[in-house]
């Protein structure tokens, strides 16, 4: 029940967030120095058909009526049009958003994966430990444009096309798809094209995950290096358990609510990291968008990529509240 | 008899190596204890009795570091060399044990329940199994967690589950020296009934010699790894033959300790220093320091001055009609409240009410009560670490500046990364004597006072993790008092050291309060300790102070039930 309450909460509080983002970003749009009409008609237009478009778009209203209409266009799922391709920004969304979840979400996985993995190989002193842990490390160091480009200097050049370093699939979207290309891929019961979708995630995947996921490994290990020394370790010990239940039974549990503090930044982070990646990885998502974007000064659609992640941010970070939740009794949601 | 006998263990050498060096934890230790029957593990830190209460589980560190020799046998089975394959057939089975910390020995993250079924088997067995330790509605407890439960619940969630499994053998590490004496008295009684229901031989480690008379039939005392006497509780406790532990029988603090005798004198060089200092305030020196080692310097508002201290302090009439008028120390109609959401709903926790009273000048008060009582909020309120909700707090005594806390966890007082050195510089640099000072003078300030409280030129360099506890909270005074302040607020300072070395804080403090004129305020739940410190007690229960005794004869004065609970609980 309680869980409920704090849910709803949280989702309350989202609202407020989108409210002020919404206004951040509208006035960031207002005091920038560029006109959204010449964006949209381009510099070679008339003076009439600059004030045409500027009254298709609304511009000529008071900037509060044209806030007004933003918000209530947002909440309709409506953002307008883009200035660039002139096309309604909510259907690009409806493509690129499930790209990015997509690539967010197998990303945030292999964090996971990296995290448990190398946590586990930090507690064992020997060769490998030490090698892992100096390739990982310095992979953490590496900005993540650099660790996309040299994976796909290894995996894609080197290695022969061992994985494919472009796109999101060899053979384009379903008519009827989620936009979740795994997914669609199952539910059309296509092996081959699941197999194909999950080959074209794991590079920009692996790119977007190796700094958080060598972070994550270093909270994890210390997590469970602790909770191994802690009193009731030595309780479960003294009680005839042996070292790997002690492990699995009582240190991991433990040790996993400060790395899912961890993982919930790391996984705002990682929307942001998405930007650079998928530019690399010419992945059609949200950031790859959001790039264009700025770069033309499209400002409604910069307005809606900046609303979506916001949102995602907030909800990601009140699944791991009620997952720390879960996991640490004392931990109390309010 | 020797069919009975549970543990053997013959001619057991621990060592640990360290940094090059090794260092015998335990030498050469032969005991046995039969089935039935308790053997009580008496020493201070550092003797070893812990070590041997670790061995004969066989979790002494497994990191390469400690090594064993001699023999260690449970039932029969011989258990050196340590092996983990022996072991695991005896620990858990044969061999449990209950530990000192109740608050950190259970998983945070687990149900009673969880935690029992997996060694009884099923959710009924748990509750007959709480219900051995005389844990009412036990199926609610089942599923609570350790962090829901009272300190007394948790040790005796530990009990059930350390019998859980019939052992033979029970190891029981300090099972009490984190309770309140009340609760101590409790846990004792439920855990010594187990014990003879359960029928299994118990080693009892303990500091604490009068735990162990209550609790032991046999005791063995140990110092420096080695065991210096071994026979009958009584015996032992009654006609103690070896020196040391006649030593740490007269440094047991009861409510019989003989309050005029200070426990050791202090030594010369303390004395001398704190000449040294009585200077530095302008104070007469001699005249002081000799009335306070007479015992004539026993002044406070309460009790009015002895003669010693108009003549030999040469203090003006001016100041000490000023003591006499002004405490040192005011605690106004305090009123707290603390609110927690539980389910949505405000719940308030009044923990105190309407509080009010007076520490004179160089006057010692101690307020006694459980946990829960609101002493411990009172003091910080009193250190202005939280405010009242009503009332006022008054600290602005005659000499002196402000207050200044010392804790009973002395090591986590003390910044881990400061120098001993630095952490004085602090202090001294925050306060107004502090100002201007140049580093050279700090430094011998700081100096003076480490000399002061026992300590000498050579801890200045060290950080607190390279002290003992003993050493550390030595520190924890000396930058209480580098620089005087009017009120020193004690937070059971002494309760976490060894018998001796309390005595010996026990002592320091009440030397700092009569050499520079610092009153004291000491919260504690010990009333032997109390007794010893303060000159009156205030007996606090529900947020309240039920009852205000002159220390001297406590034991006879207190009237109140609840007093007469708190004199009980104290062992003999």
């Known amino acids: 029940m309680t869980v409920l309450v704090f849910i709803s909460k949280r989702l309350g509080s989202l609202l407020v967030v989108l409210f002020f983002l919404t206004l951040l970003v509208f006035t960031l749009g207002k005091v920038a120095d560029s006109?959204?009409?010449?964006?949209?008609?381009?510099?070679?237009?008339?003076?009439?058909?600059?004030?045409?478009?500027?009254?298709?778009?609304?511009?000529?209203?008071?900037?509060?009526?044209?806030?007004?209409?933003?918000?209530?266009?947002?909440?309709?799922?409506?953002?307008?049009?883009?200035?660039?391709?002139?096309?309604?920004?909510?259907?690009?969304?409806?493509?690129?958003?499930?790209?990015?979840?997509?690539?967010?979400?197998?990303?945030?996985?292999?964090?996971?994966?990296?995290?448990?993995?190398?946590?586990?190989?930090?507690?064992?002193?020997g060769r490998l430990g030490a090698f892992m842990r100096f390739v990982f490390f310095s992979a953490a160091s590496a900005p993540s444009f650099l660790i996309a480009m040299l994976s796909v200097l290894v995996f894609y050049k080197w290695l022969g096309g061992a994985l494919p370093a472009a796109g999101r699939s060899s053979y384009g979207p379903y008519d009827d798809a989620t936009g979740f290309y795994v997914l669609d891929g199952m539910l059309h019961g296509s092996p081959t094209y699941t197999w194909d979708a999950i080959q074209h995630l794991l590079l920009p995947a692996f790119a977007a995950a190796v700094g958080s996921g060598v972070a994550l490994a270093r909270v994890l290990a210390d997590g469970i290096a602790s909770s191994l020394r802690s009193p009731w370790a030595r309780t479960a010990r003294a009680l005839g358990e042996r070292e790997g239940t002690v492990l699995r039974r009582h240190a991991l549990r433990n040790a996993s609510s400060p790395?899912?503090?961890?993982?919930?930044?790391?996984?705002?982070?990682?929307?942001?990291?998405?930007?650079?990646?998928?530019?690399?990885?010419?992945?059609?998502?949200?950031?790859?968008?959001?790039?264009?974007?700025?770069?033309?000064?499209?400002?409604?659609?910069?307005?809606?990529?900046?609303?979506?992640?916001?949102?995602?941010?907030?909800?990601?970070?009140?699944?791991?509240?009620?997952?720390?939740?879960?996991?640490?009794?004392?931990?109390?949601l309010s | 008899m020797a069919e009975s006998t549970v543990l053997t263990v013959s001619d057991l050498t621990v060592t640990y190596r360290g940094r090059g060096r090794t260092v015998a934890a335990v030498k050469d230790v032969t005991l046995s204890i039969a089935a039935g029957r308790c053997l009580g593990l008496v020493g201070e830190s550092g003797s070893g009795k812990s070590t041997i209460g670790a061995a004969v589980?066989?979790?002494?560190?497994?990191?390469g570091s400690a090594h064993a020799t001699g023999g260690i046998s449970i039932a029969g089975r011989d258990l050196v060399p340590i092996t983990d394959q022996a072991w695991s057939q005896v620990r858990g089975r044969d061999v449990t044990s209950v530990f000192q910390d109740p608050m950190r020995s259970l998983d945070p993250t687990m149900t009673i329940g969880r935690m029992l079924n997996r060694y009884t088997g099923s959710a009924e067995a748990s509750v007959a199994a709480l219900e051995r330790v005389q844990i009412r509605r036990a199926g609610d407890v089942l599923k609570k967690y350790p962090h829901q439960l009272s300190g007394g619940m948790?040790?005796?969630?530990?009990?059930?589950?350390?019998?859980?499994?019939?052992?033979?053998?029970?190891?029981?590490?300090?099972?009490?020296?984190?309770?309140?004496?009340?609760?101590?008295?409790?846990?004792?009684?439920?855990?010594?009934?187990?014990?003879?229901?359960?029928?299994?031989?118990v080693l009892?480690?303990?500091?604490?010699?009068?735990?162990?008379?209550?609790?032991?039939?046999?005791?063995?005392?140990?110092?420096?790894?080695?065991?210096?006497?071994?026979?009958?509780?009584?015996?032992?406790?009654?006609?103690?033959?070896?020196?040391?532990?006649?030593?740490?029988?007269?440094?047991?603090i009861t409510l019989a300790t003989d309050r005029a005798r200070p426990v050791g004198a202090p030594e010369p060089a303390v004395v001398a220093s704190m000449q040294d200092m009585l200077d530095d305030l302008g104070r007469p020196d001699d005249a002081v320091a000799s009335a306070w080692a007479a015992g004539e310097l026993l002044w406070n508002r309460f009790t009015g001055p002895t003669a010693a201290v108009g003549a030999a302090s040469g203090l003006s009439d001016v100041r000490l009609v000023e003591h006499v008028t002004r405490p040192s120390l005011t605690v106004n109609e305090v009123?707290?409240?603390?609110?927690?959401?539980?389910?949505?709903?405000?719940?308030?926790?009044?923990?105190?009410?309407?509080?009010?009273?007076?520490?004179?000048?160089?006057?010692?008060?101690?307020?006694?009560?459980?946990?829960?009582?609101?002493?411990?909020?009172?003091?910080?309120?009193?250190?202005?670490?939280?405010?009242?909700?009503?009332?006022?707090?008054?600290?602005?005594?005659?000499?002196?500046?402000g207050t200044q806390v010392i804790f009973q966890d002395a090591g986590a007082s003390l910044t881990p990364w400061r120098t001993v050195e630095e952490l004085l510089r602090e202090r001294i640099e925050h306060t107004t004597t502090g100002k201007g000072l140049s580093r050279a003078e700090m430094?011998?300030?700081?100096?003076?006072?480490?000399?002061?409280?026992?300590?000498?030129?050579?801890?200045?360099?060290?950080?607190?993790?390279?002290?003992?506890?003993?050493?550390?909270?030595?520190?924890?005074?000396?930058?209480a008092v580098v620089v005087p302040p009017s009120v020193l607020l004690c937070d059971e300072p002494t309760s976490a050291l060894d018998v001796s070395v309390a005595c010996s804080v026990l002592n320091l403090i009440n030397l700092l309060r009569h050499s520079l004129g610092i009153s004291v305020m000491f919260v504690t739940h010990d009333l032997a300790a109390a007794r010893l410190i303060a000159d009156r007690v205030l007996v606090m229960t529900g947020g309240e102070i039920v009852e205000t005794v002159g220390a001297a004869d406590l034991a006879q004065d207190i009237t109140t039930d609840y007093g007469r609970r708190l004199v009980d609980a104290v062992l003999a």
């Open chain 2, 443 to 479: 430094r011998a300030m700081a100096l003076r006072t480490l000399e002061l409280v026992g300590l000498d030129e050579s801890v200045l360099g060290a950080r607190p993790t390279q002290l003992s506890g003993g050493q550390q909270q030595r520190v924890a005074i000396a930058r």
């Open chain 1, 35 to 125: 006109d959204p009409v010449r964006t949209y008609v381009g510099v070679n237009a008339s003076a009439e058909s600059v004030e045409a478009a500027r009254e298709e778009l609304g511009l000529d209203n008071p900037i509060p009526v044209q806030f007004g209409s933003f918000v209530v266009g947002a909440v309709q799922g409506d953002f307008g049009i883009s200035l660039s391709s002139k096309r309604p920004i909510a259907d690009e969304l409806a493509t690129r958003l499930p790209a990015t979840l997509e690539l967010a979400g197998w990303a945030l996985a292999l964090t996971v994966v990296i995290g448990v993995s190398l946590a586990s190989l930090y507690s064992r002193p």
């Open chain 1, 259 to 332: 790395a899912l503090s961890l993982l919930a930044v790391q996984a705002g982070f990682m929307v942001s990291s998405l930007v650079v990646v998928e530019q690399v990885f010419s992945w059609n998502g949200l950031g790859s968008y959001l790039s264009g974007a700025i770069g033309v000064g499209d400002f409604p659609a910069i307005a809606a990529v900046c609303l979506i992640l916001g949102a995602v941010y907030v909800i990601l970070n009140t699944l791991v509240d009620v997952a720390l939740a879960a996991v640490d009794p004392r931990v109390r």
């Open chain 2, 335 to 401: 009123d707290k409240t603390y609110t927690a959401r539980v389910r949505g709903r405000k719940v308030g926790n009044h923990v105190l009410k309407n509080v009010s009273f007076e520490i004179g000048y160089r006057e010692a008060v101690a307020l006694v009560g459980e946990s829960g009582s609101g002493k411990s909020t009172l003091l910080r309120i009193a250190a202005g670490i939280e405010t009242p909700d009503s009332g006022s707090v008054d600290s602005q005594g005659v000499a002196g500046e």
């Open chain 2, 154 to 201: 948790r040790q005796r969630v530990m009990i059930a589950l350390a019998l859980a499994p019939q052992p033979l053998l029970l190891v029981a590490d300090e099972p009490t020296t984190a309770l309140d004496v009340s609760v101590q008295a409790e846990v004792l009684s439920v855990l010594r009934e187990s014990i003879e229901g359960a029928g299994c031989a």
């Open chain 2, 204 to 252: 009892f480690v303990t500091h604490d010699l009068g735990v162990a008379r209550h609790m032991c039939d046999e005791i063995a005392v140990m110092k420096d790894g080695v065991v210096v006497e071994t026979g009958s509780a009584e015996q032992v406790i009654g006609e103690p033959a070896d020196d040391y532990t006649q030593r740490l029988m007269a440094s047991r």
């Open chain 2, 57 to 63: 589980q066989g979790i002494i560190p497994a990191d």
